[in-house]
């Protein structure tokens, strides 16, 4: 997955316009990044690439680039 797919992967799970997601992007500035954006993240993540974030994990997550990270670190290329 290349770095462009993952944000419009982002950008589509939050409902958000893929211009306003870029690596930088604050998770405040996502409104469907909330508590229950959170599970259905983890969720997500879980179908669609096997992936169980930790709780570290989810407190870390401040920018989008935190969540590509992730990916990177679970071998997902972006």
Do not use: C, Y
Not at 1 to 10: D, G, K, R, V
Not at 19 to 44: F, Q
């Amino acid at each position: 997955m290349t770095q462009e797919e993952a944000l419009h992967w982002i950008a589509e799970l939050f409902e958000e316009p893929r211009e306003n997601i870029t690596p930088e992007t604050d998770r405040k500035a996502i409104p469907a990044w909330d508590s229950l954006g959170v599970l259905t993240l983890m969720a997500a993540l879980d179908e669609k690439f096997n992936i169980i974030l930790s709780d570290k994990d989810v407190r870390g997550m401040e920018k989008v680039a935190d969540l590509l990270q992730i990916l990177r670190r679970n071998g997902k290329p972006t």
